[in-house]
């Protein structure tokens, strides 16, 4: 690898900023790692969470669409610039929203790993470790971390993938002494993703202090930050409890030992890898590794300890939707940085074979992985391939051929369906409907007043699967629902009564219906004889 390398009066390891440091070969390789890492843990734009940030943006773009449900992810929303930067480079490329935020999704990891490969540059010599330790998180950005219910970087465009991108980004800023570009990258992620960013800013204060005073560590003093917005202080409702009990990683009490283990055990790996590394008295790691393992093994402990002062005593309940136990989030990345950078040192030295002999099972077993969670669809959901059958051709029918003002209603339990995999309703329909009972129910969870809307409405869907004629006038009546989606676990999809419905739609898993025959429709029928 080409690198002109020093010390500069600080004592820190530097690389010299002028055209080596980004020589095209470097790019190459982290441009592969990149398409690699994408063709491992697929793509799935819509999945999850993107049913607010996908249908965020898509507002942003169309004002007119989510007439009756935008609250679901607006009032949230006021804490990023994450919708808004997507629509806003949309209109400035003039390209197609799905093709822009694909653009967008291989950026975000292009620049996750980017941050990872310059931290392995000032933490290890040998190239080989440099870039095994990017290798390493590059193949486990699908891995999930017990007991927050997150991943390392997601299947689909997140805003927590840009702002870890801009974390790591301070972070080698940080260990460059170059504060003032560290405190404009981590007010960018602040602006990107409030809650990541802060367990980024209490990283690199202790990060500073390790590289400070390099001899006996004591940890600073530092705070995670509180997002200055109004709902975030809301009292609790009943409502409010009942959608926060959906929400696992908001009780770490009910955990499965497993997922106890993922916090401590990283913990007690820094802890011996600290002693370890300082019994080598290996000048080159003395310099930055070791105060990296040393800031982050403070780190961990210091925000579990917060962690777990805020989310098990009930009477800060109202301080859980701030998700305090996801800072194992930026541990895990790191460490898994680390140990990839200790293992491309120590053990695969230039040797292709042990590199294959990690890389390649852990490789096909992450794919494997995301093949089993998300059978019934395509492992990249690209703009170019129109889905075939099932549920996305179904929300593309709803996009295509009804009107944007109308209300739908839906199981509220569809994302786990058999062949659903998980796709949300609003992002890929691009229709308002009722609450549902998976994603909705964090939303609720974490903005108070629309605990009791979210409530009525799923209780409104209470019993869906044998809803007869009373139970759709009496949804249209309440709500002014017009439109109901029925999947093959429901009673209603092989039988419905014809003078009460009108189904438009129909294949092997949807079917989709009108509350008496419609007028206006854009499109034709569809269906299977």
């Known amino acids: 690898m080409i690198a002109d390398s020093g010390i500069n009066k600080s004592g820190i390891p530097y690389v010299s900023r002028g055209e080596s440091d980004y020589a095209l070969k470097n790019l190459a390789w982290l441009a592969a790692l990149t398409l690699f890492a994408f063709l491992v843990m697929g793509y799935h734009p819509g999945l999850e969470d993107d049913s607010f940030y996908l249908a965020a943006i898509k507002r942003n773009l169309n004002p007119a669409l989510f007439p009756h449900d935008a609250d679901f992810f607006r009032l949230q929303f006021q804490a990023t610039i994450f919708d808004k930067l997507i629509a806003w480079s949309v209109r400035l490329m003039h390209l197609p929203l799905m093709w822009m935020v694909l653009l967008w999704q291989i950026a975000a990891i292009f620049f996750l790993l980017h941050g990872c490969w310059q931290i392995a540059r000032r933490c290890f010599v040998k190239p080989e470790a440099q870039w095994a330790a990017t290798a390493l998180v590059a193949v486990l950005l699908t891995m999930p971390i017990g007991g927050i219910a997150i991943n390392l970087a997601d299947q689909y465009l997140h805003p927590r993938t840009l702002a870890t991108a801009a974390i790591l980004a301070a972070v080698v800023a940080v260990i460059d002494r170059r504060f003032w570009l560290a405190g404009v990258l981590l007010a960018v992620a602040f602006a990107i993703h409030a809650i990541m960013a802060s367990f980024g800013i209490s990283f690199c204060l202790f990060l500073w202090w390790a590289l400070r005073s390099r001899r006996r560590f004591e940890a600073p003093v530092a705070t995670t930050l509180l997002i200055p917005l109004g709902w975030l202080f809301e009292p609790a409702s009943d409502a409010w409890r009942q959608a926060g009990s959906t929400r696992g990683f908001y009780f770490p009490g009910h955990w499965a030992w497993y997922e106890w283990l993922g916090v401590f055990?990283?913990?007690?790996?820094?802890?011996?890898?600290?002693?370890?590394?300082?019994?080598?008295?290996?000048?080159?790691?003395?310099?930055?590794?070791?105060?990296?393992?040393?800031?982050?093994?403070?780190?961990?402990a210091f925000q579990t300890l917060v962690g777990l002062l805020?989310?098990?005593?009930?009477?800060?309940?109202?301080?859980?939707?701030?998700?305090?136990?996801?800072?194992?989030?930026?541990?895990?990345?790191?460490?898994?940085?680390?140990?990839?950078?200790?293992?491309?040192?120590?053990?695969?030295?230039?040797?292709?074979?042990?590199?294959?002999?990690?890389?390649?099972?852990?490789?096909?077993?992450?794919?494997?992985?995301?093949?089993?969670?998300?059978?019934?669809?395509?492992?990249?959901?690209?703009?170019?391939?129109?889905?075939?059958?099932?549920?996305?051709?179904?929300?593309?029918?709803?996009?295509?051929?009804?009107?944007?003002?109308?209300?739908?209603?839906?199981?509220?339990?569809?994302?786990?369906?058999?062949?659903?995999?998980?796709?949300?309703?609003?992002?890929?329909?691009?229709?308002?409907?009722?609450?549902?009972?998976?994603?909705?129910?964090?939303?609720?969870?974490?903005?108070?007043?629309?605990?009791?809307?979210?409530?009525?409405?799923?209780?409104a869907l209470n019993g869906w699967r044998n809803f007869g004629p009373a139970d759709f006038d009496r949804l249209n009546k309440d709500f002014g629902v017009t439109w109901f989606v029925f999947s093959r676990a429901d009673h209603q999809f092989s039988y419905i009564q014809v003078s009460h419905l009108w189904c438009l739609y129909q294949d092997d898993d949807v079917r989709i219906c009108h509350l008496g025959r419609p007028s206006g429709i854009l499109g034709e029928f569809h269906g299977k004889s």
């Open 265 to 300: 055990a990283p913990l007690v790996l820094l802890f011996a890898l600290h002693r370890w590394l300082h019994s080598l008295k290996d000048p080159d790691q003395q310099t930055v590794l070791v105060p990296v393992v040393a800031a982050l093994l403070y780190y961990g």
């Open 310 to 459: 805020i989310v098990l005593p009930r009477s800060l309940e109202r301080l859980r939707p701030f998700e305090p136990m996801r800072y194992l989030h930026l541990v895990y990345v790191l460490f898994f940085l680390i140990a990839g950078g200790l293992l491309g040192s120590y053990v695969f030295d230039r040797r292709v074979y042990r590199w294959a002999l990690l890389f390649v099972p852990l490789g096909a077993g992450m794919f494997y992985a995301q093949r089993q969670m998300y059978p019934a669809s395509p492992h990249l959901e690209l703009p170019f391939v129109q889905p075939q059958d099932g549920w996305l051709r179904a929300f593309a029918w709803i996009r295509q051929n009804t009107p944007a003002d109308d209300l739908f209603a839906i199981d509220p339990h569809y994302q786990t369906l058999p062949g659903e995999d998980q796709h949300g309703f609003r992002a890929l329909a691009e229709r308002s409907v009722l609450a549902d009972y998976e994603k909705d129910a964090g939303m609720a969870a974490r903005v108070p007043r629309l605990a009791p809307r979210w409530l009525k409405e799923v209780t």
